[in-house]
């Protein structure tokens, strides 16, 4: 009676333990990819909503003033009245400060554009033009 006693209270053997940490490593690598892929993506949708921000802000900008900031204006005029933009009622942007995109870069902003009548970019995970996946150009002309 006294050993059923000890190999009820004895723990889990080496064999049982490495079974159990293979089976966790292997489901880590399949979820671990599809996880990091969906954090990916939410920075290029945070990308896009920040971008809708910008346009609709930009719209309110121009009702007042009539016209687009210029290119050397930039987004600042957006948050600082600009010289000679007569008609300015802002801070157009709620935090009163032009947001940087996801991956800590300044957006680019261009007028006139060659897309549309402004073209407003983030440059993705890479800083440069054109790219795949995290990389790829958050734009507002697509």
Same mark, same amino acid.
């Given at each position: ?12 053997t080496l064999v049982e333990l ?7 490593? /292997?489901? =880590?690598? $399949?979820?671990? !990819? ?6 990916? &993506? ?5 990308? +896009? #909503? ?24 930039? /987004?600042? =005029?957006? $948050?600082?009245? !600009? ?6 009622? &802002? ?5 009163? +400060? #032009? ?24 440059l993705g995970s890479d800083g ?12 507002n002309w697509e």
């Amino acid at each position: 009676m006294l050993l059923k006693q000890k190999r009820s209270e004895r723990g889990f053997t080496l064999v049982e333990l490495l079974v159990v940490l293979a089976i966790l490593a /292997l489901l =880590a690598g $399949i979820v671990g !990819p599809r996880v990091l892929n969906q954090l990916g &993506g939410a920075k290029s949708d945070t990308a +896009k #909503v920040q971008i809708g921000d910008f346009e609709q802000a930009l719209e309110m900008y121009k009702l007042d003033v009539g016209r687009f900031p210029t290119t050397e204006q930039g /987004l600042q =005029a957006l $948050i600082q009245q !600009p010289t000679g933009a007569t008609g300015w009622n &802002g801070p157009y942007l709620k935090k009163r +400060k #032009v947001p940087v995109d996801p991956w800590n870069q300044g957006y680019e902003y261009r007028f006139p554009g060659q897309h549309g009548d402004y073209d407003l970019m983030s440059l993705g995970s890479d800083g440069a033009p054109g790219g795949d996946g995290e990389a790829r150009d958050v734009v507002n002309w697509e």
